[in-house]
Structure formats: structure tokens, C-alpha cells
T-cell receptor, first 114, second 113 residues
Framework: GQQVMQIPQYQHVQEGEDFTTYCNSS?????IQWYKQRPGGHPVFLIQ?????EVKKQKRLTFQFGEAKKNSSLHITATQTTDVGTYFC??????????????FGQGTILTVHP | DVKVTQSSRYLVKRTGEKVFLECVQD?????MFWYRQDPGLGLRLIYF???????EKGDIPEGYSVSREKKERFSLILESASTNQTSMYLC????????????FGPGTRLTVL
């Protein structure tokens, strides 16, 4: 079945440093979504990318969807302590038989040291 | 605001017990999902439902069943709990639109002794 691999599993940064997490899918995706889970919380939707090569920005966060729609990345510029948490990508393949089913990556746990 | 509630935040059960986890939404969303979250494995889909009395297996359905008798309520059932089912269980909802985001409940941390 479809697999979504996400790296790195952990990332420790000093406040002000940049951070990037990467997602790779075994199959071509129809869209990819990104979620953030604060410690002790539940995943919260950040953004969705649909088009090949799409780039979207939310303040210090930049999201990219690869040209082949098989990979994606999230880049945070100048991290802050409020950025701590686990970041998940989740891919959807409309070619599959399951309607509305997302496949989540393993997540990247970000720690920011002040 | 979309509200997804789960019956318990923490639950401790014994091996062999039947366990019910409930998820309730306050919107009229069709799609509801049950995931389990384990360190290093991300969120793995157990079952989902896209309408009342409809259900579909996710990636790891073994040892679980579900029930959806009313649109707002989706239950996850562990027929005979085992220690390897100790995990965080997350319920999520989604509108019927194909590309919409999922909204998650607060989660239930289940410990099976």
C-alpha cells in the first residue's frame, strides 16, 4: 500500500536557526497536507498543497510540493520556542479505492532551545 | 468552530476486557476516522466511516471493530484488549469534500495491563 516516509524523526535547534522536514511518498499524491501537534495536544491542520511544484507560505513557514507530486517539505525560518511540536505530513491518493483516506508520515519532533 | 469530543482522556483496562472508545462531533460531517498514534510510527488509520452504518478498514484494523449508528457518533471497539493495543487513540472528522482537512479530537490514552 501507499507509504509516506518523513525525515528526520527528531530535530533539535537553537532558537533563531532554521528547520526543515521532508516527506516522500511511494506513490504519486493528489494532494498533501501538513499538521502540527503541540506537546500534549492533538494534530492541527496547517495547510494543503494540491498543484505540482506548488509553494505556499505562512509567515515563517514555507511549504513545497514536488514537481512529481511525490515529495514535500516544510521549512521554518528563524525558529521560535512556539514552534516546538511534532510536524506531520499526510498524503492523499485519489487513485486509490478508499475515499478521503490520508496516509500520515511518521512525524518530525522539533525541539527549540532558547 | 468544529468540535470533536472523545469519551475519555485516559483509560486503563485489563487484558481481555472489551473496550469502547467513543467519538462525537457537533457538525454534520460525513467522514469520521479512528487512528492510533505510537512514537516513531506516526498516525496509523484503523477504520473510517463515510456515512451512517458504513465503514471501511484502514491500514491496521486487526483487533478492532467500529460502529456508526448515528451520524454524529463513531465508536471504536476493542473486543478483547491486549497489551499491544496500549496507545493514543485519535478520532478525526472531515467534511464530505474530497480535499478537506481533518479535525482531530483530544485523544484517548489507553493503557492495557
Amino acid at each position: 500500500g501507499q507509504q509516506v516516509m518523513q525525515i528526520p524523526q527528531y530535530q533539535h535547534v537553537q532558537e533563531g536557526e532554521d528547520f526543515t522536514t521532508y516527506c516522500n511518498s511511494s506513490t504519486t499524491l493528489s494532494n498533501i497536507q501538513w499538521y502540527k501537534q503541540r506537546p500534549g495536544g492533538h494534530p492541527v491542520f496547517l495547510i494543503q498543497l494540491v498543484k505540482s511544484g506548488e509553494v505556499k507560505k505562512q509567515k515563517r513557514l514555507t511549504f513545497q510540493f514536488g514537481e512529481a507530486k511525490k515529495n514535500s517539505s516544510l521549512h521554518i525560518t528563524a525558529t521560535q520556542t512556539t514552534d516546538v511540536g511534532t510536524y506531520f505530513c499526510a498524503g492523499f491518493n485519489a487513485g486509490g479505492t478508499s475515499y478521503g483516506k490520508l496516509t500520515f508520515g511518521q512525524g518530525t519532533i522539533l525541539t527549540v532551545h532558547p | 468552530d468544529v468540535k470533536v469530543t472523545q469519551s475519555s482522556r485516559y483509560l486503563v483496562k485489563r487484558t481481555g476486557e472489551k473496550v469502547f472508545l467513543e467519538c462525537v462531533q457537533d457538525m454534520d460531517h460525513e467522514n469520521m476516522f479512528w487512528y492510533r498514534q505510537d512514537p516513531g510510527l506516526g498516525l496509523r488509520l484503523i477504520y473510517f466511516s463515510y456515512d451512517v452504518k458504513m465503514k471501511e478498514k484502514g491500514d491496521i484494523p486487526e483487533g478492532y471493530s467500529v460502529s456508526r449508528e448515528k451520524k454524529e457518533r463513531f465508536s471504536l471497539i476493542l473486543e478483547s484488549a491486549s497489551t499491544n493495543q496500549t496507545s493514543m487513540y485519535l478520532c478525526a472528522i472531515q467534511t464530505s469534500a474530497l480535499l478537506d482537512e481533518q479535525f482531530f479530537g483530544p485523544g484517548t490514552r489507553l493503557t492495557v495491563l
